[in-house]
């Protein structure tokens, strides 16, 4: 029992990073993918077993609006992971789909209620994103269900939210600058509602507009780099349980940035300088996301 209190909800967020990496790291390995998959779901069963077992915890944790906010990352996880079980039991992997998805849409209607209707601007922080813009995985997702239509409303939902939150969230960071040591590696959630809704929009999203891609593609990589130069000082703070911010940001925006390249030259505007892109930042959420998993490993083992 002690083992099982000792994980820390953002667990979710590492086990949303390796699901996403699997994916990403396809193309090299189908053999990588799945082992990625599986400590996915290991990471994903450990969860569900705190929550049935110390639910009062988890109770608690709800009413925190980070903790609230990160547990988004467990119904992006279940929508990236019915892809790895739709070959081996597709009736169920479309009910995980759609669990991931009904679990999201209820966490967005309980989050609205709890605290964007009592919005104060120092609780604001980088993980609302979560909430809003993550049902876009749906439209990441969709293709692999025939489900294209629903993919479609879920990225405009995401990137509509993902634009007014920018602002919301930018606004809370230059006007409140002191941030909680043990939150400050959060803002690392920067850098991933514009390349999810990216990824969403070229997956799901028909026809396709060449202006909108670029303007995802540019504004995610500007912030990327933002999150990039900030990253060294988050990365020398202690252990906190908000390092999961390591994984899934950097990890969606390689996914996006693969996905560009792709899209861009199946519309006859390839952009060869885009690989050279792609295995940068492919390396970079490699090395954060394995990294993250261990110091996780680490800490709950301690």
Do not use: D
């Amino acid at each position: 029992m002690k083992f099982i209190k000792k994980i820390p909800l953002p667990v979710t967020g590492v086990m949303l990073g390796m699901a996403a990496l699997g994916n990403l790291l396809q193309s090299y390995s189908e053999g990588v993918r799945l082992v990625c998959g599986a400590i996915s779901a290991l990471l994903g069963l450990l969860f569900v077993i705190r929550v049935i077992l110390v639910p009062k915890q988890f109770a608690e944790e709800m009413k925190n609006p980070i903790m609230a906010s990160v547990s988004g990352t467990f119904s992006m996880a279940l929508m990236l992971l019915a892809g790895y079980a739709k070959p081996y039991i597709k009736g169920g992997a479309v009910i995980i789909w759609y669990t991931g998805i009904i679990l999201h849409i209820v966490l967005i209607l309980y989050f609205t209620t709890k605290f964007m209707l009592k919005l104060k601007l120092p609780t604001v922080f980088a993980s609302y994103f979560i909430v809003y813009v993550g049902i876009a995985v749906a439209a990441v997702t969709a293709p692999v269900f025939e489900k294209t239509g629903i993919g479609t409303v879920a990225f405009w939902f995401g990137f509509v939210c993902a634009l007014l939150l920018l602002v919301l969230v930018t606004v809370r960071y230059v006007k409140c600058r002191e941030i909680p040591e043990p939150a400050r590696s959060l803002f690392c959630i920067y850098t991933a509602p514009v390349s999810l809704c990216l990824a969403g929009y070229i997956q799901s999203v028909m026809p396709k507009s060449i202006g909108l891609i670029g303007f995802m593609a540019v504004l995610s990589s500007v912030i990327y780099v933002v999150v990039l130069i900030k990253l060294p000082a988050f990365l020398k703070l202690k252990f906190y349980p908000s390092c999961a911010a390591f994984t899934f940001p950097f990890v969606i925006s390689a996914i996006a940035m693969k996905m560009t390249m792709a899209c861009l030259a199946n519309m006859g505007q390839p952009l060869p300088f885009l690989q050279y892109v792609v295995l940068i930042e492919t390396i970079i959420a490699g090395i954060l996301t394995v990294y993250t998993l261990i110091r996780f490993v680490i800490f709950v083992k301690g």
